[in-house]
């Protein structure tokens, strides 16, 4: 899910929604970047260019058109959903077809036909052998309930509502206030999560700031019901939670160097490469 939301964040998609069906999993978007295709024979040049077409970076093994101000890398982040499916379909207003094998595309010849004008859309059938379609409902609900606070440092994304079956939720973001002072940027931020009739509600104080090379980095100060700080402890966060603890009363967000499961931080490396590439 995580994976899912940072490919939209880079689309610059404000609004997501997941749609879980016991035979598979829908995801849909309003993002502005649409996707692309480019020259196979010239994939190394245009890697070195920032010009490499979307299909050709989710379908090779080595190569990604991210840029250092996108996150991911290599297309990990897509290519773990193969975890439940074989074959996910995507809906591009350029573009509908589907993956074969890891990395061979296949063109559809029917779009959706409830897809907007301008809405791109992935589904992810539970075909996988080993994994049933019973088991990959189940794990994927259990994860919607469970996000942390998936639109806090998501740049453009504010609302994440997901639907399977009589259950639903959202996640919504709400910029209170905004001001600048000199390279920091200062926000209040109100964070809803509704689970079924359950609602709860967050304040919090965030400072960002931007690296020189456009890495961004953050700190936020929780507020209790009368607007007073109150200490409260996360993870160390790379846009989504790490299982790495800060033992800090604020939560903490870096463009940390990932492992790709994402889940650790990587320790000792020298070099930074791209989004999620500081060291802890």
Not at 35 to 61: C, M, Q, R, W, Y
Not at 115 to 127: A, C, H, M
């Amino acid at each position: 899910i995580q994976f899912i939301l940072c490919i939209k964040n880079d689309a610059k998609a404000t609004k997501s929604d997941f749609q879980l069906t016991s035979e598979g999993l829908y995801f849909k978007h309003n993002g502005k970047i649409l996707f692309s295709v480019s020259n196979p024979e010239t994939e190394n040049e245009d890697k070195e260019n920032n010009t490499l077409g979307h299909i050709n970076s989710i379908t090779a093994i080595a190569n990604s058109n991210k840029t250092k101000s996108s996150i991911g890398k290599f297309g990990v982040g897509f290519k773990a959903v193969f975890q439940y499916t074989e074959t996910p379909h995507i809906y591009d207003p350029n573009f509908q077809f589907k993956i074969n094998r890891f990395i061979i595309p296949v063109k559809l010849e029917n779009d959706l036909s409830d897809r907007q004008k301008n809405e791109t859309v992935f589904y992810f059938p539970f075909n996988k052998a080993e994994i049933s379609p019973k088991k990959a409902h189940s794990d994927i609900l259990e994860k919607l309930k469970k996000l942390v606070f998936p639109t806090l440092f998501l740049s453009s994304l504010e609302e994440v509502k997901w639907n399977a079956d009589i259950e639903s939720g959202k996640y919504t973001k709400k910029n209170i206030k905004q001001k600048q002072a000199d390279d920091i940027t200062y926000e209040k931020v109100e964070l809803y999560q509704q689970i079924g009739l359950n609602q709860t509600k967050e304040k919090l104080y965030l400072f960002n700031r931007y690296t020189e090379e456009n890495h961004s980095y953050s700190i936020g100060f929780f507020l209790d019901k009368k607007n007073k700080l109150t200490p409260k402890q996360f993870p160390a966060f790379c846009f989504f939670p790490t299982k790495e603890n800060t033992n800090l009363n604020f939560i903490l967000n870096a463009s940390f160097l990932l492992t790709d499961s994402r889940e650790s931080i990587k320790r000792f490396e020298k070099k930074l490469g791209e989004k999620c590439d500081c060291i802890w």
